[in-house]
């Protein structure tokens, strides 16, 4: 059930008393129809909401995500797309064959010089399959190379930070549109009802980069409850989370037992979902009081665990703490748990700045997949680890014997996902020798977004909200397919 269509439906007489409800007319039309009807038990605020009705539409693999997203555009050429012919170019021109004119942003399209950039580091061969990493800096990355899947050529039309990283968290380049874990909150809730079905943490690698706003996580045109919730790393976990002085739990149940029961009242007479939404929100934030806190202490922690996450682990806001906290999270059943790294925007300084960045992440990456499938729960579990595009394969400004920079590249960079019903310990696609173009079987940032979708156990195309005079989905208007090769 659409909460808008229905909202809609129900429009007709109560928009209309609303509006007129200062007119002496419009009073003696209410006594003369009665009491107002009440909502739809679709509207009807329910704390144990699963989700809409039929959904998930088929068996799923996997009940929950976690999504650790590299903000900024982690170099695939650097880190997993490596050919040992890049060796032979490196220096030499980009040539036009391999361009074929298209698209540079503003900071490289009025360069005279377009040298081609090898990595400065050692690739080994990892896993039963012998796949290319990057072992100088992604050495835990490569302990579970056959536990995870790399897709080599993820591409997207985006060639900018905030409109790539608006695309491939919500389908769309356009601002206002719901995101990947509000589109789960609404279709399939969450088994957890004292706990956001959507949860996000944001911290900083090598430098903070290009600023993340809310609306990345917002609920778009579907009802606000379902729009994701920042966990912060200092103060309340989550923004007025306590009790101000002086009010206890007591008479904070009665406030807002009055408050739902006004904005009950609200909402027979306007219809409008928001105000349920409201009341839902009120009702979780109050069983938060109880349940973050509880969450957030890592007291409990062994300490193999945080030998196994790394030296940052015990530190708050780290990378490495919140993968533990997205592993507690999956845990109590948290659908959808995003985690943004700052700083891979690297257009100058790349060698050091990447290493460092890969010094905060790789090891935390690497030990929640290995913490998830020790516990049992990496089967059911989708773990994506990715950023909104790549780099390019032409050094940024000035190449010289151990520094340059690279732009970004939208056209093909790599992704690796684990788990929930992705094949394990596979290369997925290929570029030219170039890193430049995609040869051979081309997944766009929709078609990862209805695989992962898919092994949720909805079918993408029947997953649909009416809006403005479109069905919106989050695979957008232009088409995507589940990549079957990617699944087990």
Known sequence: MNPLEEYQRQLTRRQLLSRSRGCLGATALASLMGEVPKLSAANQTNPDQRGLPGMPHFAPKAKRVIYLFMAGGPSHIDLFDYKPELKKIHGKELPESVRKGQRLTGMTSGQKSFPCVAPMFNF????????????????????????????????????????????????????????????????????????????????????????????????????????GVQFRSAGDPVLFLSDPKGLDRGLRRKMLDGLAKINAEKAQLSGDPEIEARIAQYEMAYRMQTSVPGLMDLSGETKATFEMYGPDSQKKGTFAANCILARRMAERGVPFIQLFQRGWDQHGGLPKAIRNNCDKVDQPAAALVKDLKQRGLLDDTVVIFGGEFGRTIYSQGALT????????????????????????????????????????????????????????????????????????????????????????
């Open 124 to 227: 080994k061969r990892y896993g039963e399959r012998g796949t290319w990493i990057n072992g100088d800096i992604l050495p835990h990355t490569a302990s579970i190379a056959d536990d995870i899947a790399i897709i080599r050529t993820m591409n997207t039309e985006a060639i900018n930070h905030d409109p790539a990283i608006t695309y491939i968290n919500t389908g769309t380049q356009q601002l206002g549109r719901p995101s990947f874990g509000a589109w789960l909150s609404y279709g399939l809730g969450s088994p957890n009802k004292d706990m956001p079905a959507y949860v996000v943490m944001i911290s900083v690698g090598n430098a903070p980069g290009q600023a993340l706003y809310s609306r990345l996580w917002s609920s778009g045109n579907l009802p606000s409850r379902h729009q």
């Open 401 to 488: 014997k151990d520094n340059h920079g690279r732009d970004h590249h939208g056209r093909c960079f790599s992704t690796w996902v684990a788990g929930g019903g992705f094949k394990p310990g596979i290369d997925y696609g290929e570029t030219d020798d170039h890193c430049y173009n995609i040869v051979k079987d081309p997944v766009h940032i929709n078609d990862l977004n209805a695989s992962v979708l898919h092994c949720l156990g909805i079918d993408h195309n029947r997953f649909t909200v009416k809006y403005q005079g479109l069905d919106l989905k989050l695979t957008g208007v232009e088409g995507a397919n589940v990549v079957k090769g990617l699944l087990s």
